[in-house]
């Protein structure tokens, strides 16, 4: 791999020499699969590198190795999405204005069961197995919004599909965590599972992609309601047995949550610590309501919750209480959830509407700033992960982008306004470069690892057949723990 050298108008690159976090003006990177250097550019510097590398240096953003441009945008860390769904691009716009179990029986589905199905047909179709296709899409949508690290939670029919995940990962060039899903109860029946059922899949799963170093198998068991006691019981040892994370849904809408109180007369963050499921290894996507006893329980135990604003306002699940749960010590990282239910993977968008719902919830403008959210989708998940990326330091992986700041929303930006315009001024795709592991996914918007046209064709050929077959499909019922 050749060393490269990237220089941008501003870098920042999530450390802190103070108070705030550092802004960097005339910023340069140097990397190759770490981080070598990273800092304020000068001549003298450049005419080090050139001098040091020679021609094994490539220059980001010019094709001779002599000259240094600086391209006019923000270098970052990668953004860190520590909740998310890879089936559901081909379903954005289906069943919307829906709550969650109704549109998880109209949209989520009837798709995973039909692709599930029909498979083999589709894949002669199509010339690709959809679940690649899907996935690779997912991927390719993640980076376009400069996501270089994902956990995936891959539910419903998709649990028997990890391994295409995987494969479309490698293809497109991200790191990715798979939360391998299971249900025994409250779901589409046809996906239910025994015990030995979802150890045997975690196991086949871990022992196929073990030389895979940018994936990750943890268990994912779908949600509470939908996983019984006996289960996620044996899936927690199998966590703590492999040294992994977990990763589940938790009291994401009103009815399921109530449900545990009418059967337990717990939470379900209560009916979790009943059963020793908690800890600090316990990633909670959603958490949107909690009682006081759940964040004191979730604090005792150190567990960490992902939230997800896109998803819970458009499918009118609630909003968490996210500044109660960060003041009594609890971990919480900002995500988007599947494409289906945020419709889009802008992670920027979902840092802002973070901030903003809390302000207003609040009245207070103070609260949840800039500076936080932005460490909400980088260092803090990050941590969350325990991966060795999140801000730009020597020795860290070269996770890299940058936010470009031609864009006339973008305009004026200066040094002290750059981090508040990423936030509060983006529309979230002004993503012009990615970098993963030292390797360019994105260079100057155009994709290097997929034939994008090629893949964005197929996909609308993909939800055509779907929408064919979806409008006379025998309905899906029943998900769920109504009250
Ligand atoms: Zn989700």
């Given at each position: 791999m050749k060393t490269k050298l990237m220089r941008a108008k501003y870098l920042i690159?999530?450390?802190?020499?103070?108070e705030n976090l550092d802004r960097i003006e005339d910023g340069y990177i140097l990397f190759q699969e770490k981080i070598l250097e990273v800092g304020r550019y000068s001549e003298e510097i450049a005419n080090r590198i050139i001098n040091k590398y020679g021609e094994h240096l490539e220059i980001i953003?010019?094709?001779?190795?002599?000259r240094v441009p600086q391209l006019n945008g923000v270098i970052l860390p990668g953004f860190i999405k520590a909740h998310g769904h890879d089936h559901e691009s081909t379903i954005?716009?289906?069943?919307?204005?829906?709550p969650l179990t109704v549109w998880l029986d109209a949209a989520v589905n009837p798709f995973t069961e039909w692709i599930h199905n029909s498979k083999d047909q589709l894949t002669e179709q199509l010339g690709i197995s959809p679940y690649l296709l899907t996935y690779t899409k997912a991927r390719v949508d993640d980076i376009s919004f400069g996501i270089t690290t994902a956990l995936t939670h891959?539910?419903?029919?998709?649990k028997y599909h990890v391994n295409e995940l995987a494969e479309a990962s490698e293809v497109v060039g991200t790191r990715i965590f798979i939360a391998v899903g299971s249900q025994?109860?409250?779901?589409?029946?046809?996906i239910l599972d025994s015990v030995d059922e979802a150890l045997l899949r975690l196991d086949k799963y871990l022992a196929d992609n073990q030389?895979?170093?940018r994936v990750t198998i943890i268990p994912g068991p779908d949600q509470f309601f939908s996983n019984g006691p006996e289960l996620l019981k044996a899936l927690k040892q199998w966590s703590r047995d492999h040294n992994t994370l977990m990763h589940i849904h938790s009291s994401e809408e009103p009815n399921t949550t109530k449900w545990f109180t009418n059967k337990y007369g717990f939470s379900p963050v209560g009916y979790a610590d009943s059963i020793g499921?908690?800890?600090?290894?316990t990633m909670l996507a959603h958490q949107v309501h909690s009682t006081k006893d759940d964040i004191e329980i979730m604090a005792k135990h150190n567990v960490m919750v992902v939230h997800n604003p896109l998803a819970n306002t458009i499918l009118g699940s609630g909003m968490p209480l996210i500044l109660d749960m960060i003041d009594a010590g609890i971990r919480v990282s900002i995500s988007t959830d599947g494409s289906g239910s945020a419709?889009?993977?802008?992670m920027l968008s979902a840092a802002r509407l973070a901030s903003q719902y809390q302000k207003a919830l609040n009245q207070?403008?103070?609260?949840?700033g800039a500076e936080e959210v932005l460490q909400m989708i980088t260092t803090i998940p990050a941590e969350m992960l325990g991966i060795n990326a999140g801000s730009l330091e020597i020795?860290?992986?070269?996770d890299i982008i940058m936010v470009d700041l031609s864009k006339p929303n973008m305009v004026p930006t200066i040094k002290e306004t750059v981090l508040e315009n990423i936030i509060?001024?983006?529309?979230?795709?002004?993503?012009?470069y990615v970098i993963a592991n030292g390797k360019t996914l994105i260079d100057n918007y155009a994709?290097?690892?997929?034939?994008i046209k090629e893949l964005n064709h197929k996909m609308q050929d993909l939800a055509k057949v779907f929408e064919q077959y979806r409008v006379n499909a025998s309905k899906i019922k029943g998900t769920g723990a109504n009250v």
């Open positions: 690159p999530m450390t802190k020499n103070g953003g010019n094709s001779d190795s002599t954005i716009g289906i069943a919307k204005d829906q891959h539910c419903n029919f998709n025994d109860r409250n779901y589409y029946e046809k030389n895979l170093d499921f908690l800890d600090n290894r419709d889009s993977q802008n207070d403008a103070t609260v949840l020795g860290k992986d070269a509060w001024a983006s529309a979230g795709n002004e993503i012009s994709f290097t690892t997929v034939d």
